[in-house]
């Protein structure tokens, strides 16, 4: 039996739950691609990664109130565990506008893209979960964080080379603007995400080498 | 109240606001606001808790000769007026500069002055005043190298093996309460230190005829107002010569305050101040951070507090002696 308890620390327990959430609506998000890419998209299924979002922003309220007003933190952590929830859910309302884009205009995917959009919708799900890890870890392990942001780096990398791969392959159709529009819209937004990931993983990595552990 | 003779309500005023000098200039809370371990707001209400308890419970057990062996002419109510004033108006002008400089340095810098201007050469104990001047020099050589060294130890054997922001908190908070309870010791004792100097002029002035216990009150206060009316930009200014956490303004503040200590217990006359400057300097340098421009204006009031302090009181001497005289 253990005599004394570990305290539990709001912060962390408030922190969890978001990234918690973060996660549950990229994990939605994910799905619902993979459906619109198979044609069979449920739009109601996307209204989880809003209400995702809507939660992910309480919380962070909830955070920063804490963080600043209770000050459950130290001074010199402040910034760095604000600055890296504000970047979070930044990340996590450009996954809002790739749900209400998809939920505003579903639309059929070219047969000879769909592959490589499965990978590409693949690679964004694995790149937002490392980015979860990498967080996590920041708060018990910086040598281990610090190796996934080489995976989120080169997660991103991937991307790139496949959303310009995609890209050649799409605009040279003349059928259907639209089409290609927001297919290509499609794949802007979602690379956004993954891009948006590799800078918070940049600025983890900083923050590694600046705690001396590095 | 028949013994109470002009001269001694001078004293008495003098000693009032030279401990509200000395309060203008304390940096002793300067890392807890750098490393942001206290707000500027809680260093001034427990500066001002420390500066009044340290002054009634130690100033009466403490008392000390600034300045002696430094002159080899009588000393008269004139000269010790004019020193005093004078180490007032160089220490009052560099804290409203927010530049920190030595209480004793300014001392001996108007001991000087009168010194020369009343003996010439011969009026100056130089022996002593070459004794002092090498420790003057070594202070802050000693306070740069013990924080390089500490930095640099407390690096390599604490700081590098924590992982994760959960443990450095947990050390950083550690390595707070550590330094919060130094510095609150050193605010206490330095306090009773530093107001009992300036009591101690009454007590010479009066040969221990008159009851001080509210004089040191008042001098308590009057410590405290001078940190919290002029010190606030002094403190600033010190916290910020380079980053510091905790646990670097550990490695900068509680050395510094050993060595003192133990100077203190051997006779060893170090500069407080110019070995915690000296100090963030040497932490700065251990922690490669980039320079501080700031402080070559620190260390260009070192410099000038000598001779500024001696040119003070030859220029108040004569009006001052007169004054006395009548």
Redesign the interface.
């Known amino acids: 039996m253990k005599l004394l308890k570990e305290k539990v620390n709001p912060l962390?327990e408030i922190n969890d739950k978001f990234l918690a959430k973060t996660l549950e609506a990229t994990k939605i998000l994910h799905d619902r691609i993979s459906d619109l890419i198979e044609g069979k998209l449920d739009k109601e299924g996307l209204k989880g990664v809003i209400l995702c979002e809507k939660e992910c922003d309480k919380l962070k309220e909830e955070y920063i109130k804490i963080l600043f007003k209770d000050k459950k933190?130290?001074?010199?952590?402040v910034e760095?565990?604000y600055k890296i929830i504000t970047m979070v859910d930044h990340m996590t309302g450009k996954n809002e506008l790739l749900a209400r884009f998809i939920r505003a205009f579903p639309f059929g995917i070219y047969d000879d893209i769909k592959e490589q959009l499965i990978e590409f919708n693949g690679l964004y799900h694995e790149c937002i979960k490392d980015l979860i890890d990498c967080v996590i870890?920041?708060?018990?392990?910086?040598?281990e964080?610090f190796e996934k942001t080489f995976e989120i780096e080169l997660d991103r990398r991937t991307a790139k080379k496949m959303k310009y791969r995609m890209f050649d392959k799409l605009y040279q159709k003349k059928d259907n603007m639209l089409q290609i529009y927001l297919t290509s819209k499609l794949i802007a937004y979602t690379y956004d995400v993954v891009d948006a990931a590799e800078g918070i993983s940049d600025y983890l990595r900083g923050l590694i080498i600046k705690?001396?552990?590095k | 109240m028949s013994d109470i003779t002009p001269i001694i309500i001078a004293f008495i005023v003098i000693s009032i606001i030279i401990a509200f000098a000395i309060g203008a200039n304390d940096e002793t809370f300067a890392v807890t606001y750098g490393s942001k371990t206290l707000t500027m707001k809680q260093i001034l209400i427990l500066a001002t808790i420390f500066a009044i308890t340290g002054a009634v419970l130690l100033g009466e057990a403490v008392s000390k000769t600034v300045g002696k062996g430094v002159l080899s002419i009588d000393l008269t109510d004139g000269i010790t007026i004019t020193v005093l004033i004078s180490t007032i108006i160089w220490l009052i002008l560099s804290s409203a500069l927010g530049l920190p400089i030595s209480t004793t340095h300014a001392t001996i810098g108007s001991i000087l002055g009168i010194g020369l201007l009343i003996g010439g050469v011969g009026g100056i104990g130089w022996s002593k005043l070459i004794e002092l001047s090498a420790w003057w020099i070594l202070s802050p050589i000693i306070g740069y190298v013990i924080t390089f060294i500490t930095y640099k130890l407390l690096h390599k054997h604490v700081i590098n093996k924590l992982n994760g922001f959960q443990q450095f908190e947990r050390a950083e908070k550690v390595f707070a309460l550590i330094l919060l309870t130094v510095i609150c010791w050193t605010a206490f004792s330095r306090s009773g230190n530093d107001v009992s100097n300036s009591v101690g002029i009454v007590v010479g002035a009066t040969e221990g005829t008159i009851e001080i216990g509210v004089l040191l009150i008042f001098t308590g206060l009057s410590f405290a107002a001078g940190i919290v009316i002029l010190a606030r930009t002094l403190i600033k200014n010190v916290g910020t010569i380079t980053e510091l956490r905790p646990s670097t303004a550990f490695a900068a503040q509680v050395p510094t305050a050993i060595v003192l200590f133990l100077g203190t217990l051997f006779g060893i006359p170090l500069s407080g101040s110019h070995m915690l400057v000296a100090s963030l300097i040497g932490l700065g340098k251990a922690q490669h951070a980039p320079k501080n421009k700031g402080n070559m204006r620190i260390v260009f009031i070192w410099f000038l507090t000598f001779p500024m302090a001696a040119i003070c009181a030859i220029i108040l001497y004569f009006p001052i002696s007169a004054l006395v005289l009548t």
């Open positions: 962390n933190a130290l001074p010199f952590l760095d565990r870890l920041m708060e018990t392990n910086f040598d964080a705690y001396p552990s």
